[in-house]
């Protein structure tokens, strides 16, 4: 049996689904205590004292800690603009709350009740401070200045009077003589919303001092060495000095790339010498982690009327919220996903990211992707209309193909593949549904009335896999081989978190494909930072291709040092890919990406005419990973994707007023349930082996999200005649375009289609 290829079950099956397996807030520890923590409440506001005496004497209660008890009060993936805890007796970045979930004390109590009780009882002095909440008003002269004291900013010098985080640009050929040269143009401004990730548990965890000193942290996350390094850092202690644990992950999507409770666990259970425990209700996570991006995109397209594209003019807003957190990546990713896997001569793209005092922004699956490709694709179809070509004809005259050079003006990573993909997604649209496979009728408040317009649209994408732009890129991992004349078992070591992906099953057959082995003799070790050297956050697709191919140059070194007679042998390897590099602040030009994965799609709706409901009927998803490791892990990948951008592009939308969330409670705000994805999805999966990646995979975990919502939107405008250029696509959206059309028609003596 071939290792790679077989579609496995889930090492970690079992115990899920029977509920063996300890998530963070499932474990306890002897003597623990529970630790609460109190939120500003005001979205921008200087503390002027925080009084702590009702709290320190409530019932239970073992400690208050303030910024001042902070060793070192900051923190931040890319960079350190936020405090650990907000108030006085700290640095100056500490004296000011930018957001409503600022963290302003803790409380450590005997109990969570009494936790939560005393974390009532403490009172904050604030002098309000001006509010923005635009990000345009906050790039004006006169805004509110949110971040005015200098902090470690990796990308030059930051300009202390202005709310501006980050802005890139991207240049190629002659703008003008592109639009000059263009026979249609089409010009629009489109909108994307915050999404909340929603994970399976909210966060949680548990740390204590080890016998040996050292701080255990029990949690949820997506890089537990930065994690650890976080934590230290903010304890004013070494890293060797920090254990980050994980055990079952109830989800990620980049909501837990960044630092939620870590950081005031250790520190609480630093100052108290006892094991603290934190579980966030659903409203405190919510309101407490980061949102996906919202961003405003200004576009222009022009095309010869032979179907070539010209010319492209982009110019994208997005909100980074009150902190950082992964909003400088997310922007370089979204610059290049503006202008979609199209060869286009001529561009002028800006892109930039703004503080505000919303929620903060940061890593959401798809990356930038989502919101840049929509704005792309949906102009591809725009223009196809204005030409009266074939969406499908249009994309393929201008697609990129192997050898292409990409807008930043180096080639594109080999497997060029965009094409292959949007050709599957084509024929199997061509095809009947699947034996057996239904779409579910559509949804009415009304069995009587069923006035329903279908439509289809296509979308294609691409997303890189890896870091990139430059950012240092590495996985470790180390094998061990045990038994006498055979290989009896095989143990590897690779710190990439199992975030519900199936990422340590791809490990174990990784393993047992470099050692011809069966994968039911391999052992993954992958629990803690001290058993093994970092690889990197799971996140950017790279699981896969960088703990791949850290695995095979590990197994193949110990298979190596098996074969010259040493019991039990063990090598450690560290894959480093290709470089990349950073985007020139002048005109864009980079290198960026170590290699690249696409997808396409083909979209099926229903339309509601009387209530502006849309139902997806069916979704096909072609996408290349270059080699599937496990099929059917895969397929779930895909199904997925596709369910979470469903929600994204139809009902999610997280709404943030005057800096407060409305949104707090999965009753208002609202993910897909089984009735609400779409009906029939069709995964197909390409095989073009990925030349840099481990036996030819390469990432795919974003891929399938990227260009669902501009699907929908196309194959919407198909059923209705109209474009809504605004997510998400709610009925109400939806019944008012239509009910603006009506009107026009009837205004123009046309009588409105009626459906059936």
């Given at each position: 049996m071939?290792?790679?290829?077989?579609?496995?079950?889930?090492?970690?099956?079992?115990?899920?689904?029977?509920?063996?397996?300890?998530?963070?807030?499932?474990?306890?520890?002897?003597?623990?205590?529970?630790?609460?923590?109190?939120?500003?409440?005001?979205?921008?506001?200087?503390?002027?004292?925080?009084?702590?005496?009702?709290?320190?004497?409530?019932?239970?209660?073992?400690?208050?800690?303030?910024?001042?008890?902070?060793?070192v009060n900051e923190y931040g993936l890319i960079m350190p603009d936020q405090p650990v805890l907000c108030g006085p007796g700290s640095t100056a970045q500490a004296a000011t709350v930018r957001w409503e979930a600022d963290h302003v004390a803790l409380v450590v109590a005997e109990s969570e009740a009494q936790a939560e009780w005393a974390a009532r009882l403490v009172k904050v002095d604030y002098t309000p401070l001006p509010i923005v909440t635009d990000p345009f008003a906050a790039l004006q002269p006169d805004a509110p200045i949110l971040h005015p004291h200098p902090f470690r900013f990796p990308y030059g010098e930051r300009d202390l009077k202005s709310n501006l985080l980050l802005e890139y640009v991207l240049k190629n050929g002659d703008i003008a003589a592109g639009f000059a040269a263009a026979d249609k143009v089409v010009?629009?401004?489109?909108?994307?919303?915050?999404?909340?990730?929603?994970?399976?548990?909210?966060?949680?965890?548990?740390?204590?001092?080890?016998?040996?000193?050292?701080?255990?942290?029990?949690?949820?996350?997506?890089?537990?060495?930065?994690?650890?390094?976080?934590?230290?850092?903010?304890?004013?202690?070494?890293?060797?000095?920090?254990?980050?644990?994980?055990?079952?992950?109830?989800?990620?999507?980049?909501?837990?790339?960044?630092?939620?409770?870590?950081?005031?666990?250790?520190?609480?259970?630093?100052?108290?010498?006892?094991?603290?425990?934190?579980?966030?209700?659903?409203?405190?996570?919510?309101?407490?982690?980061?949102?996906?991006?919202?961003?405003?995109?200004?576009?222009?397209?022009?095309?010869?009327?032979?179907?070539?594209?010209?010319?492209?003019?982009?110019?994208?807003?997005?909100?980074?919220?009150?902190?950082?957190?992964?909003?400088?990546?997310?922007?370089?990713?979204?610059?290049?996903?503006?202008?979609?896997?199209?060869?286009?001569?001529?561009?002028?793209?800006?892109?930039?990211?703004?503080?505000?005092?919303?929620?903060?922004?940061?890593?959401?699956?798809?990356?930038?992707?989502?919101?840049?490709?929509?704005?792309?694709?949906?102009?591809?179809?725009?223009?196809?209309?204005?030409?009266?070509?074939?969406?499908?004809?249009?994309?393929?005259?201008?697609?990129?193909?192997?050898?292409?050079?990409?807008?930043?003006?180096?080639?594109?990573?080999?497997?060029?593949?965009?094409?292959?993909?949007?050709?599957?997604?084509?024929?199997?649209?061509?095809?009947?549904?699947?034996?057996?496979?239904?779409?579910?009728?559509?949804?009415?408040?009304?069995?009587?009335?069923?006035?329903?317009?279908?439509?289809?649209?296509?979308?294609?994408?691409f997303k890189n896999v890896g870091f990139s732009l430059g950012f240092p890129e590495h996985c470790h991992a180390w094998v061990e081989l045990h038994g006498a004349a055979t290989i009896e078992r095989a143990v590897v070591a690779c710190a990439g978190a199992e975030v519900g992906q199936g990422a340590h099953g791809a490990f174990r057959q990784f393993a047992a494909e470099a050692l011809g082995i069966d994968p039911q003799r391999v052992e993954v070790v992958a629990e803690e930072t001290g058993q093994v050297g970092s690889s990197g956050s799971a996140s950017a697709s790279r699981m896969s291709f960088m703990s791949g191919n850290a695995i095979k140059g590990a197994a193949e070194q110990a298979l190596a040092a098996w074969q010259n007679e040493e019991r039990p042998a063990r090598a450690e390897f560290v894959f480093r890919p290709r470089p990349t590099t950073a985007y020139n602040r002048e005109t864009g030009a980079a290198d960026p990406h170590i290699t690249l994965g696409y997808c396409a799609q083909v979209a099926d709706v229903a339309v509601d005419l009387d209530t502006g409901h849309v139902t997806v009927t069916r979704l096909i998803s072609a996408n290349d990973v270059g080699r599937a490791v496990n099929p059917q892990q895969v397929e779930g990948q895909i199904e997925g994707a596709v369910a979470q951008a469903v929600g994204w592009a139809l009902m999610e939308d997280y709404i943030v007023r005057e800096g407060r969330a409305v949104t707090q409670h999965l009753s208002t705000y609202l993910i897909p349930g089984v009735l609400d994805v779409a009906a029939v999805v069709e995964p197909v999966i390409l095989e073009h082996a990925d030349p840099q990646g481990p036996f030819g995979a390469r990432g795919m975990a974003e891929m399938p999200f990227i260009p669902t919502a501009a699907a929908i939107g196309a194959a919407i405008h198909d059923a209705i005649g109209v474009w809504i250029d605004e997510l998400p696509y709610t009925p109400e959206r939806i019944w008012k375009a239509i009910q603006q059309r009506d009107a026009m028609r009837r205004e123009n003596g046309q009588t409105p289609p009626v459906a059936g």
């Open positions: 071939r290792a790679i290829g077989s579609s496995l079950p889930r090492a970690d099956a079992v115990a899920k689904v029977t509920g063996a397996a300890l998530y963070p807030g499932d474990i306890d520890l002897p003597g623990q205590a529970w630790l609460k923590i109190v939120y500003a409440d005001v979205p921008h506001a200087r503390i002027n004292a925080i009084d702590t005496r009702a709290a320190q004497a409530a019932s239970g209660v073992i400690a208050v800690l303030t910024a001042a008890d902070v060793p010009e629009a401004t489109y909108r994307t919303h915050a999404q909340e990730h929603a994970y399976l548990q909210p966060e949680a965890g548990l740390a204590y001092v080890r016998p040996d000193g050292r701080i255990e942290v029990i949690c949820g996350g997506q890089w537990m060495h930065e994690e650890r390094n976080e934590v230290a850092h903010a304890l004013g202690l070494p890293p060797e000095q920090v254990v980050v644990r994980y055990p079952a992950i109830g989800g990620a999507f980049g909501g837990r790339e960044d630092i939620s409770v870590q950081i005031v666990l250790a520190l609480a259970a630093w100052k108290t010498g006892r094991p603290v425990k934190i579980v966030w209700s659903r409203e405190e996570s919510i309101r407490g982690h980061h949102k996906r991006h919202p961003v405003t995109i200004h576009a222009r397209w022009g095309a010869t009327r032979d179907g070539r594209i010209v010319a492209a003019q982009m110019d994208a807003t997005a909100d980074g919220g009150a902190y950082a957190y992964t909003s400088t990546k997310v922007l370089g990713n979204l610059l290049m996903s503006l202008l979609g896997p199209y060869a286009i001569p001529h561009i002028d793209v800006k892109a930039r990211v703004v503080y505000t005092n919303n929620t903060p922004s940061g890593a959401f699956r798809g990356f930038g992707g989502p919101q840049g490709h929509f704005a792309a694709e949906m102009q591809v179809n725009k223009l196809a209309e204005a030409l009266g070509m074939d969406a499908y004809d249009l994309r393929m005259r201008n697609l990129w193909r192997e050898g292409a050079t990409l807008p930043t003006r180096a080639p594109a990573p080999p497997g060029v593949t965009v094409v292959e993909c949007l050709t599957a997604a084509h024929q199997a649209s061509a095809a009947p549904l699947p034996a057996g496979e239904t779409p579910t009728a559509l949804p009415t408040l009304d069995a009587t009335r069923r006035r329903a317009a279908h439509g289809r649209g296509t979308a294609v994408c």
